[in-house]
Nanobody
Framework: QVQLAESGGGLVQAGGSLRLSCAAS????????MGWLRQPPGKERDFVAA????????LYADSVKGRFTISEDNAKNTVDLQMNSLKPEDTAVYYC???????????????????WGQGTQVTVSS
């Protein structure tokens, strides 16, 4: 069992930056692959970025590659998403998610997540 809580969302102008943080409790990060997904209004949740249970491999959606960076800080027990060069189409509710690694210690995942945070709103204005 793991509990997740996102923070850092807000309103930013196009071209600006935001850093989202996901605080985890209940289990150590080594037992879970972590990810960020987003959901625009009226749309399904889409994959954004993921990091393996080992914390050594990452995966990004093509739409954010080169602009977003996922990382984890074991000392702070957080998984962060640095978002640069933000565009209006990045506007969405962003969710942190966790998936028990189940033996795939070095694999980041696009889906199959078991635990979810409440989400944090990111709005990018033009």
């Amino acid at each position: 069992q793991v509990q997740l809580a996102e923070s850092g969302g807000g309103l930013v102008q196009a071209g600006g930056s935001l850093r989202l943080s996901c605080a985890a409790s209940g289990r150590t990060f080594s037992a879970y692959a972590m990810g960020w997904l987003r959901q625009p209004p009226g749309k399904e949740r889409d994959f954004v970025a993921a990091i393996s249970s080992s914390g050594t491999y990452t995966l990004y959606a093509d739409s954010v590659k080169g602009r977003f960076t996922i990382s984890e800080d074991n000392a702070k027990n957080t998984v962060d998403l640095q978002m640069n060069s933000l565009k209006p189409e990045d506007t969405a509710v962003y969710y942190c998610a966790a998936r028990y690694y189940g033996g795939d210690y070095y694999t980041p995942f696009k889906g199959g997540y078991d635990y979810w945070g409440q989400g944090t709103q990111v709005t990018v204005s033009s």
